[in-house]
């Protein structure tokens, strides 16, 4: 059996620290797999059943990195490192300014007693006091074989401080300020990366503080406020206006609208009556409820999207593997070509420019800049998605969405509501109202369970139209049902049970044909004497269908409809939507086969219900599940629509388009930044004092550009 663990780590600087953690991990007896993502600063792990947790723990902090409990402690502890950073940054500027006056002195060749004293105890409090831990990482580093950014810092500000010391004994230019302004730089560089890169998972941070920690439960008739850890399913709980739904659960009593945006990105408050489903961490805003609990703790529907951002945010996506193929070599290599410019420039008798060059070289470099790339983009995009109701459940779904090039539509639940209602009330006569047709009609079928007569129960019911008592109820099987009111015998159903009740339907043939050719179902009512009307129930359109259909269109996709429904029906919807190819009347076993023919055409992505449409869902490139209720865990496909309507759908694509194309902007920037700023340093064109300090300011630049342009799709227009 396959144990899961997520640690959390702090003290990550680099790409190459969190390959260089997986690297010791993955020697530990029993482990499968495993996956340090550097941007949220967690690692991932599968192994056998017998593998302790405690011992992975160890191992990450024996190799120098910090392991927290992902709890108040992992936010009391990040708000310290923070604090921490900030404080270091601002004091190596402090004391590196004064460094600068003291260059300026020497150039001026008006230099002070005891200068070079100060500039030593100035510039080793800077490098060695307050870049400590940039040099231990690097030692530590060192000593397990592998090379992460810290050496590069700590081999950099070292190799100019010594110089400066060695300016003691023999005339040479003095390099402290370079050594101190690098570190202050680096310093400043990490204080705003940390910060950033704690911005990426801002969403995720969010939607957690979303819980409520109370609830208000019926105990023995009485009201009680327990812990949130303490309510059971099935127990009762009031929810007051303006007060979050502790958990999820089922109205029994009272009515009210909820705002709902937190979980599923819908602006408008949704209706909530006796038999609604109600999400939990949402907020009631007019009415008392009592909502009946049906999910807690890790089953509801808040910590399910929680657990499926993580697992989502955790996924590596194939573009991602080939950056960290060169990030993995990227410091070897720079120390490689710091070696052979120091190599190069003595040959040709340029001793300074080869230490100022090779320092260049080490400084200027940046793995962080390839290392954060894909994981901040993948991680703000996924959590900006799950703020809209849009669960990215596998990250590679971002880059496929990029090359789908047909999009499969199921017809019903994706393109119409899922259920009939009521679409046309049509008396015979002019004596005969709508409402009171609507009334014998609902009725007498509201003793009956077919869908169809549930459906004009429901119209009833919002049309605020009260039901009459009746008599001698009977279903007639496929044909509909009849009962007796006022002693009036009364009859709605098909033509047939018309005309085996011997009433006259001649007057409403133009009426029926019409309906059919709308594929909607006609219900004819009658008394015992004759036909007072008809009412037409379909399974009617989402309202924002059509419109998304040719947002899709305008896109560059090309759409069916897939469905089990007869063909009429299929093409009468797909006409109204603007969908040009059908494929109807197929099985829910057969839509795995048409989805593969489909694929030779190209990629495809389906879009259907999570569960029922399940193995198609799983066949596409892309399965997009129309989110049928909180139960979203059990759903196939790698994007789930929570809000089950199609401007989603519309959304979902835009976002990955959008992170997909950020993750390849971030990745152009990081290389073109290092094959363009290593080969500059290396030919001397930084070969002057201030080259290095520039060097730093450079490298600092090149990470946190990266960062912004992903935290940029906080704020895209979807």
């Given at each position: 059996m396959t144990k899961k663990f997520t640690i959390k780590?702090?003290?990550?600087?680099?790409?190459?620290?969190?390959?260089?953690?997986?690297?010791?991990?993955?020697?530990?007896?029993?482990?499968?797999?495993?996956?340090?993502?550097?941007?949220?600063?967690?690692?991932?792990?599968?192994?056998?059943?017998?593998?302790?947790?405690?011992?992975?723990?160890?191992?990450?902090?024996?190799?120098?990195?910090?392991?927290?409990?992902?709890?108040?402690?992992?936010?009391?502890?990040?708000?310290?490192?923070?604090?921490?950073?900030?404080?270091?940054?601002?004091?190596?500027?402090?004391?590196?300014?004064?460094?600068?006056?003291?260059?300026?002195?020497?150039?001026?060749?008006?230099?002070?007693?005891?200068?070079?004293?100060?500039?030593?105890?100035?510039?080793?409090?800077v490098v060695y006091i307050l870049g400590w831990k940039t040099h231990i990482?690097?030692?530590?580093?060192?000593?397990?074989?592998?090379?992460?950014?810290?050496?590069?810092?700590?081999?950099?500000?070292?190799?100019?401080?010594?110089?400066?010391?060695?300016?003691f004994f023999v005339k040479l230019p003095v390099f402290f300020e370079i050594a101190a302004f690098i570190m202050a730089f680096h310093l400043l560089g990490r204080y705003l990366e940390v910060r950033a890169r704690g911005k990426t998972s801002e969403a995720l941070r969010e939607l957690l503080k979303l819980e409520s920690k109370t609830a208000r439960i019926l105990v023995d008739g009485q009201e009680k406020e327990v812990l949130i850890e303490e309510v059971k399913v099935g127990d009762i709980m009031i929810i007051r206006p303006g007060e979050k739904i502790p958990t999820d659960g089922k109205v029994i009593e009272g009515q009210s609208s909820v705002d709902e945006s937190m979980a599923t990105g819908e602006s408008m408050p949704v209706e909530k009556k006796i038999g609604d489903e109600t999400i939990g961490a949402t907020v009631n805003q007019y009415g008392v409820l009592k909502i009946q609990a049906t999910?807690?703790?890790?089953?509801?529907?808040?910590?399910?999207?929680?657990?499926?951002?993580?697992?989502?945010?955790?996924?590596?996506?194939?573009?991602?593997?080939?950056?960290?193929?060169?990030?993995?070599?990227?410091?070897?290599?720079?120390?490689?070509?710091?070696?052979?410019?120091?190599?190069?420039?003595?040959?040709?008798?340029q001793w300074f420019v080869a230490i100022v060059a090779a320092i260049?070289?080490?400084?200027?470099?940046?793995?962080?800049?390839?290392?954060?790339?894909?994981?901040t983009a993948l991680t703000v995009g996924i959590g900006r998605g799950a703020r809209q109701g849009i669960l990215i459940r596998r990250g590679e779904a971002i880059e496929l969405m990029g090359k789908i090039k047909i999009i499969v539509l199921d017809k019903t639940g994706t393109l119409t509501k899922g259920k009939p209602s009521v679409t046309d009330i049509i008396p015979i006569n002019s004596k005969s109202k709508i409402l009171n047709l609507l009334q014998l009609a609902a009725s007498v079928e509201k003793n009956s369970e077919h869908p169809l007569g549930q459906a004009i129960v429901r119209k009833a019911e919002d049309e605020g139209v009260e039901l009459i008592d009746v008599e001698n109820f009977k279903a007639i099987f496929g044909k509909g049902v009849e009962a007796q009111i006022n002693g009036k015998k009364i009859l709605v159903g098909t033509k047939k049970l018309m005309e085996e009740n011997k009433i006259d339907i001649y007057f409403v043939h133009g009426t029926l044909g019409e309906l059919e050719e709308q594929s909607k179902t006609a219900m004819l009512i009658s008394d015992d004497k004759k036909v007072l009307g008809v009412i037409a129930v379909a399974d009617t359109?989402?309202?924002?269908?059509?419109?998304?259909?040719?947002?899709?269109?305008?896109?560059?996709?090309?759409?069916?409809?897939?469905?089990?429904?007869?063909?009429?029906?299929?093409?009468?919807?797909?006409?109204?939507?603007?969908?040009?190819?059908?494929?109807?009347?197929?099985?829910?076993?057969?839509?795995?086969?048409?989805?593969?023919?489909?694929?030779?055409?190209?990629?495809?992505?389906?879009?259907?219900?999570?569960?029922?449409d399940g193995p198609a869902l799983t066949q596409a490139d892309v399965g997009i599940?129309?989110?049928?209720?909180?139960?979203?865990?059990?759903?196939?496909?790698?994007?789930?629509?929570?809000?089950?309507?199609?401007?989603?759908?519309?959304?979902?694509?835009?976002?990955?388009?959008?992170?997909?194309?950020?993750?390849?902007?971030?990745?152009?920037?990081?290389?073109?930044?290092?094959?363009?700023?290593?080969?500059?340093?290396?030919?001397?064109?930084?070969?002057?004092?201030?080259?290095?300090?520039?060097?730093?300011?450079?490298?600092?630049?090149?990470?946190?550009?990266?960062?912004?342009?992903?935290?940029?799709?906080?704020?895209?227009?979807?």
């Open positions: 780590i702090k003290g990550m600087h680099c790409a190459s620290c969190a390959r260089n953690i997986e690297a010791q991990i993955k020697k530990h007896p029993g482990v499968y797999s495993v996956n340090v993502n550097f941007a949220t600063e967690q690692m991932f792990v599968e192994s056998e059943e017998a593998v302790l947790e405690q011992d992975l723990k160890k191992i990450v902090e024996q190799t120098g990195y910090k392991v927290v409990q992902e709890t108040s402690e992992e936010e009391e502890t990040e708000r310290k490192i923070i604090e921490q950073a900030k404080t270091r940054a601002i004091l190596a500027l402090i004391l590196s300014v004064p460094l600068m006056f003291t260059m300026v002195l020497m150039y001026l060749d008006r230099m002070f007693f005891g200068q070079l004293w100060v500039e030593t105890i100035l510039s080793f409090i990482s690097a030692f530590q580093a060192v000593k397990r074989l592998y090379a992460n950014m810290d050496v590069l810092i700590s081999l950099g500000t070292s190799a100019a401080f010594f110089f400066g010391i060695a300016s999910k807690i703790g890790k089953d509801t529907f808040l910590a399910q999207v929680v657990r499926l951002v993580e697992e989502a945010q955790r996924s590596r996506i194939p573009i991602q593997e080939f950056a960290d193929k060169v990030t993995s070599y990227f410091v070897p290599i720079v120390l490689v070509i710091a070696l052979l410019t120091i190599v190069g420039w003595l040959i040709v008798g260049t070289v080490l400084i200027i470099a940046c793995p962080c800049a390839l290392g954060l790339a894909t994981p359109l989402k309202e924002d269908a059509k419109e998304a259909v040719q947002a899709l269109h305008k896109m560059g996709f090309k759409t069916i409809m897939l469905t089990g429904d007869n063909e009429k029906t299929a093409k009468a919807i797909a006409n109204q939507v603007g969908i040009k190819e059908v494929i109807a009347e197929v099985l829910p076993g057969e839509k795995v086969e048409v989805i593969k023919r489909l694929q030779k055409q190209g990629l495809v992505a389906m879009t259907g219900d999570g569960i029922n599940a129309i989110g049928t209720g909180t139960d979203i865990a059990t759903e196939a496909g790698e994007i789930t629509l929570v809000r089950g309507d199609l401007s989603s759908l519309v959304q979902a694509i835009k976002l990955s388009r959008a992170t997909f194309k950020t993750i390849r902007q971030n990745l152009f920037w990081a290389f073109f930044y290092n094959t363009v700023a290593i080969p500059m340093a290396a030919f001397g064109i930084l070969a002057t004092m201030l080259g290095p300090i520039i060097a730093a300011g450079a490298m600092v630049f090149s990470s946190l550009s990266v960062v912004a342009n992903s935290l940029r799709l906080r704020k895209i227009k979807l």
